[in-house]
């Protein structure tokens, strides 16, 4: 639960109970699946054992992981070893190490600022890590916002460590706020050296978290990287100002948070399992309704382009769409792909 008057506690699990006491609202839109209108799903079999409303193509509902259900959704780490394992054999899921985490997004830092060690010191031997002390440099020709609006991506995020590092996603072991190696941690980090004003921080803050974005496959893994993603922001905002930010604050970040991390088959571009493929399907023709055998040709061809499934939807933030003229159009995520 947030704490008024003083830091949350760090929580590696953090409970659909507790967001739920927060706030209705934002479990809902942290549930919410833009694309379709609809949650995101559960897209595993894993849970199927416990009812109809649990299988692979239901949607994730409040209902169903709060209350009486409420643990049932766990990070990782804290599912058992053999669970653990039946993923990595079904859907390749295999998590990162902090200390890799950390050396792989140093690369992307050390490209940007042209230079290391900006973030921190590794110890490649002890798999550690040593915060710089100093309030970061940026080179000429580079200002910190320009370093906030910098987008960054991490495909097939699972629980998100690239992102957020509030725990070793491997051991649970937590990670201080001070010590955290995320992209979207050094995004606020930087906001936080360069801004005292609330008001500012809030702005700059939904700045980093616009130019944040991750998919991936499994509802599970998604809800658990928007709740790090949401609990990163109250917790760097209450290091800042010593106090919870304010519940219309809370609610845009899961706004944006649910928008730019969503659902999807990264090799398709498109919800998981939309595509109809080699399944019959009854139609209407000038003679009647018949059934007829659907294929796909994206599916056929390996043609990212060509697929009948149904293509993910993002927010570009601050552009207008030449359509209806307003800001942060909708676009198709394979639009990116160049």
Request: net charge negative; proline share 4%.
């Amino acid at each position: 639960m947030l704490i008024n008057d003083d830091r949350p506690p760090l929580l590696v699990d953090i409970s659909e109970d507790d967001l739920l006491a927060l706030s209705p609202e934002v479990l809902d839109t942290l549930l919410r699946d833009h694309t379709t209108g609809r949650n995101i799903f559960w897209a595993t079999h894993d849970y199927e054992v416990l009812g109809q409303e649990y299988g692979y193509h239901s949607e994730i509902l409040p209902r169903l992981i709060t209350g009486d259900n409420g643990m049932v959704i766990r990070p990782r780490v804290m599912k058992s070893k053999e669970r653990q394992t039946d993923r990595a054999k079904d859907m390749a899921e295999v998590f990162t190490p902090s200390w890799v985490c950390n050396a792989q997004n140093n690369l992307i830092d050390e490209a940007w600022f042209g230079r290391k060690d900006v973030f921190n010191v590794e110890d490649e031997l002890a798999h550690t890590w040593t915060p710089t002390p100093d309030k970061i440099e940026f080179p000429v020709g580079k200002t910190w916002k320009d370093y906030v609006r910098a987008t960054r991506m991490e495909m097939t995020c699972g629980e998100a460590p690239y992102l957020v590092s509030r725990y070793d996603a491997t051991t649970g072991v937590p990670i201080a706020l001070t010590e955290r190696i995320g992209l979207l941690d050094r995004k606020l980090r930087v906001v936080s050296e360069n801004v005292d004003n609330s008001g500012e921080w809030l702005e700059w803050a939904q700045v980093a978290y616009k130019n944040i974005y991750g998919y991936e496959w499994q509802g599970d893994n998604l809800l658990l990287a928007r709740e790090s993603l949401l609990w990163t922001f109250i917790e760097y905002y209450q290091a800042k100002f010593y106090k919870a930010p304010l519940m219309k604050s809370i609610n845009y970040i899961a706004y944006i948070i649910s928008w730019n991390l969503w659902q999807m088959d990264g090799m398709k571009g498109v919800i998981p399992g939309s595509c109809r493929h080699g399944v019959k399907e009854r139609i209407q023709t000038l003679f009647g309704e018949e059934e007829q055998l659907i294929h796909c040709t994206g599916c056929q061809q390996e043609d990212i382009r060509r697929h009948n499934g149904t293509y993910c939807l993002i927010r570009d933030w601050g552009n207008k769409d030449p359509k209806t003229g307003e800001n942060n159009r909708k676009i198709r995520f394979i639009d990116l792909i160049k």
